[in-house]
Each structure stands twice: as C-alpha cells, then as structure tokens.
C-alpha cells in the first residue's frame, strides 16, 4: 500500500466559509483570497468551486495570476501588491488584471504605459499597518493623478490593510478605520479594508469590498471567537495512519533527543507524517491529534518522515488507524488547525500554506 498520508480538501466546506463571510457583510462584495496556492489548499481547484460565488479574487504576483488563467478561470483576479517591476504590465494588461498600486515607481509606470484598455486600480493607503502603501496625506495626489489619467486607469478603490483586527483591543483598528474613512469622504472613493478577521467582526470596516482570506479555509482568525467563527468548517484534512506500534516501559524515552520519555508504560504509535511533509518541527509534547477520531498527543519530537503519539489511553488504537493531524476525522470529529498552530507557537496561515508538494491533495465536492 502507498504510504497513506494525505490531504483531503473538503470544497463544499470552502464554499459555505466563503457564503459565512458574504453573508457577514451583505452591502460588501468579497474577493476571495487565494494567494499562497489557496494558503496551501490548491490555487485552481478552490477558484473553480467558488467561481459562481466570487464576484473576484486576489493573489499576491502575476505568476499566481497566470496559474489562474490557465485554469481556465475568467473572473477578475486582484494582484494585492500590484507589479514587481514595470515590465509585468504587458501581462497584467493581457490577463486583465486588477492592480493595487502601492509606490511611486508603480504609479510612474502605469501613468507612461500605454495600454489598450484602462487597468482598474486599486490604490493602496499606508494606515497604520506601516508595509505597502501611500501615507493618508499623499494618497490624496495619487488617486488625483489617476483619475485624470482615464486611459491608464478606472475603476479607482482605496485599499488598506489592517494590523490588529484580530485583536480584543480595537484601539488602533479603530485609528486605522478612521483614517480611511476620512479619505474615503473627502474622495467619494470606493473602499476595501476589511480582512478575514475585519470581516468576522468589525462591521464598520465592510466596504464596497471585503478580502477575506484565511476565513475561507476554515481557520479562525479571531482572538476570541464570535458565533459565526464558530460556524466556520475545516477545508483542509491532513491525515495519515499508524504505521508501527510501540510498548514502552517506564523511564524509556522516544525519538530524537528523547524528549519525551514515558511515565508510565506506555503504547507509542508511529505516524507517517513528519516535518519533510510540512508538519511543524516545533510541535510540543501534548500536541493533539485525532486517531479513529479520538484525541491523542503528540509525544516526542517530529521527525522528518515519522511523528510519535502517546496511544496508551486509546487500547484499540493500532496499525492502521487513521490519524488526522487537523481537520476532520472520518466519526465527524475536528480537530481545528488553529488549535495545533498554538502548540507550534505559530499560527493556523503557516501550518496551511507549510503542507509540502509531497502530500497528495484529494478533493471532495463542489461538482
Ligand atoms: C492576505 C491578505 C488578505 C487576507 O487576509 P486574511 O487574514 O487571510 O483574511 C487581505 N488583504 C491583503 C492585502 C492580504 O495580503
């Protein structure tokens, strides 16, 4: 048999996340995130299943952009940091692609660029998050300059990120949403802040537009969890098998540097799932798994091809018992990838876009 490890991309499960974060903000259209390979769960086959859905999606470079087009998907793609350099225009103009404008260098670029059709713009305004974008004060001049620039650019929007929206404390998210909102007034513009978490739970920031990303696959971005995160369905199943059974006396340790060493006698399960397929190295002794949909922790350190897991307290557990490292087992238990991310001391976008190319993707639904 092959070795069993896999994930299970659940597409059903992607379009009812992304029909909770529409149905959060009614007056927004939301473009769906998909940079990073759809945070790891396949670029073409999570744009087809929402494409009836997505009025639009967002990729972080042209190369994702391309890979869309080539998979046949016509919708409009956003590039969330625009051009890398002033020859992807050609491209961007030949894919009619949306383009967040951040720089000077870019907005120069496109003001000396002669393009069949106008490029719908979406400037892009420096807030607070203090990464990409114009300052408040100078994005005033920008969208000037693009609006009197009708055969380069349409469409114009505002975009800003926002650093905190996650968080309990809504103080500088706040700061954040005033700032654009101001600018927004005084421009009549068309405006798109609002992320997964935004989305979730700052009503005041729902725009014209709305960017929900990791929302979509299921992961809640929410510091403290509201009823509708709650509703939000894993996409992504990482699941394998116990491929060897150990019975460990007290004392005896497991795996490299025996970190982990057995307090009682113990049935150590070996996994076929290791850091060579993307599963996190600084995973913690206690770290849950689900075997035959029953938690498990993790003991000992992940190895490359191989994870350990204390099966003393599951006695049928054996060779050939499903192991599902996040997402949902077979009996309809989850275990969410937010909650292994915080035993990585990492977060669930990490362990999502980590699943290396060796894990074969199936995929369910959406057909
Ligand atoms: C990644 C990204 C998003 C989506 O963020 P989530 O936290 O995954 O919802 C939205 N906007 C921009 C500019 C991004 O880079």
Known sequence: MARPLR????????????????????????????????YGHGLVACARALED?????????????ETLREGGIAAPIMLLEGIFEAAELERV????????????????????????????????????????????????????????????ACDLHLMSHFATADAEDDAYFARQ???MKALAERLG???????????????????AWNRPGVM??????????????????????????????????VGEPVGYGGRWTAAR???IGVVACGYGDGYDRHAADGTPVLVEGRRACLAGKVSMDMLTVDLTDL?????????????????GEALSVDEVARHCDTISYTLLTGVLPRVPRRYHGAD
Request: charge should be negative; include cysteine.
């Open 315 to 331: 006695p049928d557990a054996d060779i050939g018992s499903e192991v599902v490292l996040w997402g949902r087992a077979a009996n």
């Open 53 to 65: 859905l997505a009025p639009a999606f967002a990729v972080a470079c042209l190369e994702e952009a």
């Open 189 to 207: 513009a068309p405006l798109c802040l609002a992320n997964s978490p935004a989305t979730l739970a700052r009503p005041e920031s729902h725009g």
């Open 177 to 179: 949403t005033a700032r």
């Open 216 to 249: 979509l696959y299921g992961s809640d971005p929410l510091e403290a969890a509201n009823p509708v995160s709650r509703r939000l369905a894993p996409v992504m199943t990482l699941r394998s098998e116990v491929i060897a059974v150990r019975e460990l006396a």
């Open 93 to 152: 103009e030949a894919l009619g692609l949306w383009m967040a404008v951040h720089s000077d260098w870019q907005l120069e670029a496109l003001l000396t660029y002669r393009p069949a059709r106008p490029v719908p713009v979406w400037i892009k305004v420096d807030s607070g998050m203090h990464r990409l974008g114009f300052a408040p004060e100078r994005a005033e001049a920008v969208w000037h300059r693009l609006a009197a620039a009708p055969a380069q």
């Open 265 to 267: 006698p113990s049935r």
């Open 7 to 38: 994930a299970d991309i659940d597409l059903d499960a992607l379009r009812h996340n992304y029909c909770l974060a529409r149905d959060q903000a009614p007056e927004s259209r939301a473009v769906a995130v998909l940079k990073a390979d759809a």
